[in-house]
């Protein structure tokens, strides 16, 4: 079955600090993965996804194939990167696709 | 661009009552979706559109149905409210005709059920 799993409930960090927020998925196939964030009282937006291979906001994702992981970085974490971090995996294929999403981990910058 | 909007904001209602949650994007998105949110479960599927006039079920789809009325509108309705649908509901679009993935969130609707 397709799922996303993301152990960390809460991760909390120094200023400063680098940060790696995990995700691992279980799919047969060859797959699409993303990373959305949810900022205090703000709605849900894409962070990055994975075939841009970009970096956003100096966050970065690498698509680990053989370990089925796709973890959040960034080297130096500042205060407003506190959010709630969710990844997730495309399932499907063409108009029908949808997106799967992990429970969340919810990053916590400390001064 | 307003992108997705969702109505209401907030919402309260009793065990048994219905509601619709209003959804609306003005992106030319050809797929909409309904998703909740509650805490420790991250966001479920309910259900989904994949184009004007036909919608289909997601994860958790039982006590709730949909309308895609058009293509900018796609509608939640809640006919007997009960305690454990409480939660927050986010509308989502998608252009997946030039790929997935890339959703366009609303700001969600707190739905409380007493």
Redesign the interface.
């Known amino acids: 079955a397709q799922r996303v799993t993301?152990p960390e409930?809460l991760l909390s960090v120094f200023k400063g600090a680098p940060v790696e927020l995990k995700c691992n998925y279980s799919y047969s196939g060859s797959p699409?993965l993303?990373w959305?964030v949810q900022y205090s009282r703000?709605?849900?937006?894409?962070l990055l996804?994975h075939i841009s291979r970009e970096s956003i906001k100096g966050f970065t994702a690498d698509l680990n194939k053989g370990e089925t992981s796709f973890h959040l970085k960034k080297p130096f974490a500042q205060e407003e990167d506190s959010a709630m971090y969710?990844c997730?995996l495309?399932k499907g294929g063409?108009?029908?696709?949808?997106?799967?999403?992990?429970?969340?981990t919810l990053l916590a910058v400390q001064p | 661009n307003a992108g997705v909007t969702q109505t209401p904001k907030f919402q309260v209602l009793k065990t048994g009552q219905s509601m619709t949650l209003q959804c609306a994007q003005d992106m030319n998105h050809?797929?909409m979706?309904w998703?909740r949110q509650d805490p420790?479960?991250?966001?479920?599927?309910i259900y989904?559109s994949?184009?004007e006039g036909t919608t289909?079920k997601?994860e958790v789809p039982n006590g709730y149905n949909v309308s895609r009325l058009n293509k900018r509108e796609f509608s939640l309705r809640l006919e007997s409210a009960a305690p454990s649908q409480t939660s927050v509901y986010?509308c989502?679009s998608s252009d997946?005709?030039q790929g997935?993935?890339?959703?366009t969130?609303?700001?969600?609707t707190r739905l409380t059920v007493v």
């Open positions: 993301q409930k699409e993303f959305y703000q709605r849900l937006q894409l996804r969710y997730a495309l063409g108009a029908t696709n949808k997106l799967i999403f992990g429970t969340g | 050809n797929s979706y998703y420790g479960m991250g966001l479920r599927l989904y994949a184009s289909d997601g986010f989502a997946t005709l997935g993935g890339g959703y969130f609303g700001s969600g």
